[in-house]
């Protein structure tokens, strides 16, 4: 069973869409939830993090944690074309290593 | 805003050959790190590097790696005699804490 999984799409939505974004994770020793974004060719932007259970927002962003069912989700509202771009969950155990999920490519269409 | 720099933004180099990549960390952070990402597969961790030394590091990280911090403001990755299967990015990161981790543009290595 791999560590982190998530639907690498692509995912095209009509721009002003919500988005979900999803991840699962096996292993319930890890404790720090992160959401990455990687324009082609660059490197990964930290966009949000959190460490407990529940709903974390930041402007059109909000991040969720479920413990229980291992499972991140990342929310988008009113998207726009600029938001194209794949979205990376990162998961760590409180140690220094990040465990990536395989990004999910995104598509706003104006 | 700061940031972290690496250079080069790409390199090619011939199987067998040594290469150092190089980073320059946020200038208040304490943690360093480097991952590497194949075309179309994942971000995979490396190393991590705290206190001028290997903090932790996966099983790629294996001899023909190694990191070195030669002064206080860069952070090396070397390579001692390339692979094909070394072609990927690299990136480098830095965190003043464990888990918020800044990402630089990161180096095209290309194996021949």
């Known amino acids: 069973q791999k560590e982190v999984e998530q639907d690498p799409g692509p995912l095209s939505v009509p721009e002003g869409a919500i988005v979900s974004l999803n991840c699962t994770y096996s292993?319930?020793?890890?404790?720090?939830f992160m959401w990455y974004r990687q324009y082609s060719r660059k490197g990964p932007e930290l966009l949000m993090y959190?460490?407990?259970?529940g709903n974390k927002e930041d402007g059109r962003f909000t991040a969720q944690v479920d413990k229980s069912s291992k499972y991140i989700s990342l929310f988008i509202r009113d998207s726009q074309p600029s938001d194209s771009a794949t979205y990376l969950c990162?998961?760590?155990?409180?140690?220094?290593?990040?465990?990536f999920g395989i990004g999910t490519k995104l598509q706003v269409i104006p | 805003e700061p940031e972290v720099t690496q250079t080069p933004s790409h390199q090619v180099t011939q199987m067998g050959q040594e290469v150092i990549l190089r980073c320059v960390p946020i200038?208040?952070?304490?943690?360093f790190y480097w991952y590497r990402q194949i075309l179309g597969q994942k971000v995979e961790f490396l190393v991590s590097?705290?206190?001028?030394?290997?903090?932790?590091k996966s099983e790629i990280f294996d001899d023909q790696f190694s990191v070195e911090r030669p002064d206080g403001s860069n952070f090396t990755l070397k390579i001692r005699s390339t692979k094909l299967e070394d072609s990927a990015m690299y990136f480098c990161?830095?965190?003043?804490?464990?888990?918020?981790?800044?990402f630089g543009p990161g180096t095209r290595l290309t194996v021949t």
């Open positions: 200038s208040n952070h304490l943690y």
């Open positions: 959190t460490y407990s259970s």
């Open positions: 990161a830095s965190s003043e804490t464990i888990y918020e981790q800044y």
């Open positions: 990162a998961i760590s155990g409180g140690y220094q290593k990040v465990t």
């Open positions: 292993n319930s020793a890890f404790q720090y």
């Open positions: 590097f705290y206190n001028n030394e290997i903090s932790e």
